[in-house]
């Protein structure tokens, strides 16, 4: 049975880090391609980052663009969003998600000074 | 605005078939598999179907996903009141490189 679990979120600052983890079990992970997808409250899905199984060609969003940082450490079946300079348009439920497999229940991360 | 359009709500009475469509173009739908989750209230999306028209194990085969050129569907036959949900439909984008969905599509059953 696929389980994503992430972790990490919490309220920040504007200008802020924080680090969302992933942990992934049921599948073999290092064979799937990953993604973080954020959600607004009461909103509809807007995708943020993309990882292949390898870690190699990653893509973002235009709107996290060289402030958010996709990662995934295959030996830990972990996915991690590196997320810098936080801006108050950035809260959102994050949810890690495979494509044909599932998704996490999400982590709520609150931007606001 | 979403790249990919669906439209905003649906409605059907207990047992009827309602579809929801998913309109794109040459770079996401007519180029890649679709998927389609559902939300219910507070909950995560859920996988539907993945790959146009496969449905993941514990999915009833009341629900079945089709696609056709850069447009998809996804039909629900004998609907039940659990089926009052939020319904998202996606596809990898290779001009965009990204992930792009639908807009969302809130199904009520009457």
């Known amino acids: 049975q696929v389980q994503l679990v992430e972790s990490g979120g919490g309220v920040v600052q504007p200008g802020e880090s924080l680090r969302l983890s992933c942990a992934a079990s049921?599948?073999?992970?290092?064979?799937?391609?990953m993604h973080w997808v954020r959600q607004v409250p009461g909103k509809g899905l807007e995708w943020v980052a993309f990882?292949?199984?390898?870690?190699?060609?990653?893509y973002y969003a235009d709107s996290v663009k060289g402030r958010f940082t996709i990662s995934r450490d295959n030996s830990k079946n972990t996915l991690y969003l590196q997320m810098n300079s936080l801006r108050v348009e950035d809260t959102a439920v994050y949810y890690c998600?495979?494509?044909?497999?599932?998704w996490g229940q999400g982590t709520l991360v609150t931007v606001s000074s | 605005q979403s790249v990919l359009t669906q439209p905003p709500s649906a409605s059907g009475t207990p047992g009827q078939r309602v579809t929801i469509s998913c309109s794109g173009s040459?770079?996401?739908?007519?180029?890649?598999?679709v998927n389609w989750y559902q939300q219910l209230p507070g909950t995560a999306p859920k996988l539907l179907i993945y790959?146009?028209?496969q449905r993941p194990s514990g999915v009833p085969d009341r629900f079945s996903g089709s696609k056709s050129g850069t447009s998809a569907s996804l039909a629900i036959s004998g609907l039940q009141s659990e089926d009052e949900a939020d319904y998202y439909c996606a596809a990898w984008d290779d001009r965009l490189h990204g992930w792009v969905f639908g807009g969302g599509t809130k199904l009520t059953v009457l």
């Open positions: 998600a495979q494509a044909s497999e599932g």
């Open positions: 049921g599948f073999t992970f290092n064979n799937y391609d």
């Open positions: 990882i292949p199984y390898d870690g190699t060609n990653k």
């Open positions: 040459s770079s996401n739908i007519g180029s890649n598999t």
């Open positions: 790959s146009n028209n």
